[in-house]
């Protein structure tokens, strides 16, 4: 038996992965355990948690790769400050100690991590390193139900590459074309991320759930003036506009000046108008972009199915695009797009590149992206006795048609059963879950739970079997990286008053039978759950379905805003005493808000930084 460990860390987003016999054993990142969002630390107890899966020692596993080559990246570095020095000399001196003492002897510095976690694993040679798009490429392909595909890679950058596209046969993945750094599709998206007054790295999902409440009628100007795009989708910023090469900030001056506005202030200025045609702009720029990329590998490859990955595949707006296109007959995006991600792309490049392994069986790989920690009923009822929590221990039987009616009540819920998912999307393992068919909702999930902005979207969760007759859509979404709309019959028709509406005036329009889960522009990024990955909760939707006629729940990651997916008993339960949540889940323990010693009540709102 061969067992890889594949890491991504010191860039955001650490992770661990295990891979044995070419089967991905466990994945997770390590913000889930530090509880410190997009942590970029060595993975440390992520590490620690694959390897305990996995049954192994430190010291027994036979090859540990890395995401990247740090020595390219800071060539990269270097020849980018030559290019335009003096300007970004401050950046350069900050950057470079930081390089020159951690980052340039990454194998080093990983030596000394891996031994500090097992003081007998001393054989350094084990270590080796996979390239930043190569690891996305390979996240996306082998994991893959394809034989063959086309795999397009979209972020901010690695070591110069921003986009690639490589084909993938069986168990060969080469990479034909790369656009390399600065001109990069992510960082575009970051720099207006930046430019709204949202986080870059971890705002970027805000700026495409505002963009449907704006029109998009800067998209010419950011055409025009930013970027020279090319028909086949290639393209080139124009960096005039752009700090991110040598400076601290994503954009300049003249960046603001371009579109007569300076950067939102997110402590001061509220979001209006402009900030929505601003997103709504960017996200239109990101589509056309997208969608010339995918149709022109389309034409020159003849290969039947794409695969995506990079941060830029979990823009499931412009996903929802490429399906819609029909360009190619099957899609596949890896859930944990991002650099997380990476850590299992490295893995199984270096199982089927270096070592030549066949591929056998050509299904999807990523087990629903179940891969992190699951907790036995034992440990969960010493650990909530603990905790001083009240509780009822029931049957799964018992369980789900009680839920179900309670979610049916519009009672919200904590659900925390089975193994956590791996990526940034809760996929009913670490989720919120409530009914989609209450107006008030979508509201009241975001300010008295989430607490975080009121125009942020949510998502269904739908029986694979129902999904055509509610969305416009039919094939797997299991892992809720495609946007459709809600079906025509369930829609409700907005009246001339309503058109009118502007901005945020719209989230009060009711839209459709299901509401909460409907965007303004109608529609949903999906969501199908299939009995064979989640058993439990396919069973907690049919249940709900059999009460109300609707196989569809609001599903939301188990957190508050700023805070990282909850991922022990104890996170669970601080998240439920620490917010408006009626009833909490875990595996066979049903906790009721108003039977907890009011003593144990948090305040949660201020707990953790927005993001």
């Known amino acids: 038996m061969t067992s890889i460990l594949g890491i991504s860390a010191f860039y955001h987003d650490s992770a661990a992965a295990l891979i044995i016999d070419g089967e991905i ?62 300007i970004g000399f401050k950046s350069f001196s900050q950057s470079m100690p930081v390089w020159i003492k951690e980052k340039l002897f990454q194998k080093k510095l990983l030596f000394e991590n891996l031994k500090k976690q097992d003081s007998n694993f001393q054989n350094i040679n084990k270590i080796m390193f996979s390239e930043h798009h190569y690891s996305h490429a390979a996240s996306a392909f082998f994991p893959s139900p394809f034989d063959e595909a086309v795999i397009l890679t979209l972020d901010g950058v690695g070591e110069w590459a921003t986009t690639t596209v490589a084909i993938g046969k069986n168990n060969n993945l080469k990479i034909l074309k790369e656009i390399h750094f600065p001109h990069s599709l992510g960082l575009l998206y970051s720099a207006f991320t930046y430019y709204l007054g949202f986080k870059v790295n971890s705002g970027e999902y805000k700026v495409m759930g505002l963009a449907p409440y704006g029109v998009p009628k800067y998209k010419d100007t950011i055409m025009q003036e930013l970027i020279d795009l090319k028909k086949d ?31 939102r202030n997110p402590k001061k200025d509220l979001l209006n108008n402009f ?20 149709k022109n590998i389309a034409q020159d490859y003849k290969i039947k199915n794409l695969c995506l990955a990079g941060g830029v595949a979990l823009n499931c707006v412009a996903n929802g695009k490429i399906l819609k296109k029909n360009f190619f007959e099957n899609i596949w995006i890896q859930p944990a797009s991002g650099d997380a991600g990476g850590s299992i792309g490295a893995a199984l490049a270096f199982w089927y590149n270096q070592l030549n392994k066949p591929r056998k069986n050509f299904k999807d790989q990523m087990k629903g992206t179940y891969l992190g920690p699951k907790f036995d009923n034992n440990f969960i009822e010493k650990k909530l006795s603990s ?23 519009s009672k919200t819920v904590g659900w ?23 107006e008030k909702m979508q509201k009241e999930l975001n300010l008295k739970i989430k607490f975080r902005e009121s125009f942020r979207p949510f998502a269904p969760s739908v029986l694979r079997e129902d999904v ?31 058109k009118k509406l502007f901005g945020i005036d719209k989230l009060n329009v009711k839209r459709s039978t299901i509401p909460a889960i409907t965007h303004v522009d109608y529609s949903s990024r999906i969501q199908t759950v299939h009995k064979e990955t989640n058993p439990r909760y396919y069973d907690l939707i049919k249940e709900f379905k059999k009460i109300t006629s609707c ?33 909490l889940v875990i595996e066979d323990f049903v906790l009721l808000k108003n039977e907890q010693d009011k003593s144990l009540l948090k305040d949660y709102k201020n707990k953790f930084e927005l993001d």
Not at 234 to 251: A, Q
Not at 280 to 294: D, G, K, N, W
Not at 416 to 438: K, T
């Open 551 to 583: 196989p569809v729940l609001i599903n939301t990651s188990f957190n508050v805003r700023g805070e990282p997916i909850v991922c022990s008993i104890e996170d669970a339960y601080n998240c439920f005493m620490g917010t408006n949540l009626d009833v």
């Open 233 to 263: 989708g290639s393209f080139r910023l124009n960096m005039k506009y752009f700090e991110y090469t040598t400076g601290l900030e994503m954009i300049n001056k003249k960046f603001s000046k371009l579109f007569g506005h300076s950067v």
């Open 25 to 86: 054993i466990a994945a997770a990142q390590e913000e889930r355990f530090s509880r410190k969002k997009h942590d970029a630390r060595y993975p440390l107890k992520a590490v620690e948690f694959v390897l305990a899966e996995g049954k192994k020692k430190l010291n027994e596993i036979d090859h540990i790769v890395f995401f990247e080559k740090p020595y390219l990246k800071f060539e990269r570095l270097l020849k980018t400050y030559i290019a335009f020095a003096p």
């Open 387 to 409: 905790l001083k929590a009240n509780f009822h221990k029931k049957s799964p039987t018992e369980i789900t048609p009680y839920i179900a009616k309670e979610i049916s009540k």
């Open 275 to 294: 900030h929505m045609d601003i997103a709504s702009s960017i996200q239109a720029v990101t589509e056309e972009i997208i969608l010339r990329l995918t």
């Open 416 to 438: 925390f059963q089975g193994r956590m998912e791996f990526g940034p999307r809760a996929l009913g393992g670490r989720s919120i879950l409530a009914d989609p068919r209450s």
């Open 468 to 498: 055509n007759d509610w969305f416009d859509l039919n094939c797997d979404s299991p892992y809720m990286l495609l946007v459709s709309d809600v079906k025509k019959n369930k829609q409700i028709s907005m009246s001339e008053e309503d």
